[in-house]
């Protein structure tokens, strides 16, 4: 599929300066950065012979992957088939999914899901039979769930008690991956930071880059607060290409009471037959759409925006009330709890949602083994572009994409490390300087830049986006850089803040860039999808004069 390539200006090649002679050095094999399921997954694909490593930022039970609520896709009913589920990715994709790519993971599907099972993962029965649930934009039951509506839960814990038993693995929990180690065009490593030990240089034979999204960068989101980008900057910054950056997802239902956190209601919801009415109680999808309520999340999304401008009223709601109350409490126990803390039924009341951004569809370019265009890097998991979900990812095939490229990136990143020598000798890396700034012991209100950096991407980056305010944005998140990204700060929550503006500055110029609607990117200015303009945005750093 054709490509377009654009830059964009870097201002730092490291977010901190180093000394190597000043900084402890560790040695491995594999290095795996991020525990979600991805990242365990090609953990546990690692020869057992070699060493890993896995770095993850947060405790493991936190990482994005175990707050997936829906489910895991695949074709495990025999009335089903592969050919099915290719299509519906591929209509779901508009466009740009690679049709290898989607082949190679859907039949992989049923093998991955029954792998996650013998590692204990107690997914929902009927009669005996894995319980199947359809989901927007699949023409099929085929969504496999655990818990209800905790499949992450479940599937993480299964995964990473098998990760914590595997003696070749070792796992560095609330550890901060600053930035990938990279000599002579090839990744060695990267440095990490945690609150014991401060930075570390973790040399490694082969990396894999598993850090998942980026939902935190805009203020309406699904995503826990740790899903900042970091994965997709510190790739950039090593001279990585990403690829279909405007792409991200918004999922339509998130739970929107003033003043909570947001929360996600699952897609699942509407599987098993809720309905979506406006505030004067009229169902409204059937109006933008034939398949309604199922119709795939983009154009939920795009709808329920379209009908809160409507009826100017701040959401929608899901009605549950016609279905069976026993089924939706056994269904659906987590979101019943959590409506239930808000004093909401969720079998009668009127649940209020509006969409929030969910998944970053875009990522680090990587081929059909998980291979980056940085030597020695692989990656897998939402961090990633495959070319498996086009233009929209169909609902719950994001966890199956993570097993599916862990595995690949875990036993291609064995392999090549199997073939290195043992070489305890850390590279010539020389010693990062910044230039001093007059303003630099000058304290930043972090949380505020932060707050104001979310509401922008929200207003001016988010469902429905035009020049005017593309452009708006793009100016305001060069201006923070200048003086936010040129600073040396000394904490994650710092580092988050300046992976997130980066990221912030490449999805803007790709939606700038990609002048038609598709999929999730909906341009107000250019409502039309356009044949010329199906091809992906690639981007890659523009080195500027401070890159030391």
Known sequence: MNSKQIRVPLIRRYLVPFDPKRVPHLFTDVLVIGGGIAGIRAALAVDPSLRTVVVTKDALQHSNSAYAQGGIAGVLDPLDDFASHVSDTISAGKGLCHPDVVELVIREAPERIRELISYGAEFDKVDGQLALTLEGGHSHARVAHALGDATGQEVMRAMNRRASEAPHIDLWQKTFTIDLLTCDGVCRGALVWNASHGRTFVWSKQTILCTGGAGAI????????????????????????????????????????????????????????????????????????????????????????????????????????????????????????????????????????????????????????????????????????????????????????????????????????????????????????????????????????????????????????????????????????????????????????????????????????????????????????????RHHICVTAETGDDQS
């Open 218 to 533: 805009y203020r309406e989101t699904t995503n826990p607060q740790i899903a900042t980008a970091d994965g997709h900057a510190l790739a950039f910054r090593a001279g990585c290409e990403v690829r279909d950056m405007e792409f991200m997802q918004f999922h339509p239902t998130v739970l929107y009471i003033a003043g909570s956190s947001r929360y996600l209601i699952s897609e699942a919801v509407r599987g098993e037959g809720a309905t979506l009415v406006d505030c004067n109680g009229h169902r409204f999808m059937f109006d933008y759409n034939p398949a309604g309520e199922l119709a795939p999340r983009d154009v939920v999304s795009q709808a329920i925006t379209h009908q809160m401008a409507k009826t100017s009223h701040p959401c929608v709601y899901l009605d549950l009330s016609h279905i069976n109350a026993d089924h939706v409490r056994k269904r659906f126990p987590h979101i019943r709890r959590v409506c239930a803390d808000f004093g909401l039924d969720l079998t009668t009341d009127r649940v209020p949602v509006r969409p929030g951004a969910h998944y970053m569809v875009g990522g680090v370019t990587t081929d059909l083994d998980g291979r980056t265009n940085l030597p020695g890097l692989w990656a897998a998991g939402e961090v990633t572009s495959t070319g498996l979900h086009g233009a929209n990812r169909l609902a719950s095939n994001s966890l199956l994409e993570g097993v599916v490229f862990g595995l690949r990136c875990g036993q291609n990143a064995s392999a090549a490390a199997a073939s290195q020598p043992d070489d305890f000798t850390a590279p010539r890396i020389p010693s990062v300087v910044h230039p001093r700034r007059s303003d630099g012991d000058e304290q930043l209100d972090l949380v505020d830049i932060r707050n104001a950096l979310r509401s922008l991407m929200w207003r001016n980056v988010g469902i429905s986006r035009n020049e005017h305010d593309l452009n708006a944005a793009r100016q305001q998140l060069d201006f923070w850089a200048n003086y936010v990204c040129r600073r040396d700060l000394a904490e994650p929550a710092g580092w988050e803040l300046q992976n997130m503006m980066l990221i912030g500055r490449v999805m803007t110029a790709a939606a700038l860039e990609r002048r038609e609607s598709r999929g999730v990117h909906a341009r107000s200015d250019f409502p039309e999808t356009s044949d010329s303009q």
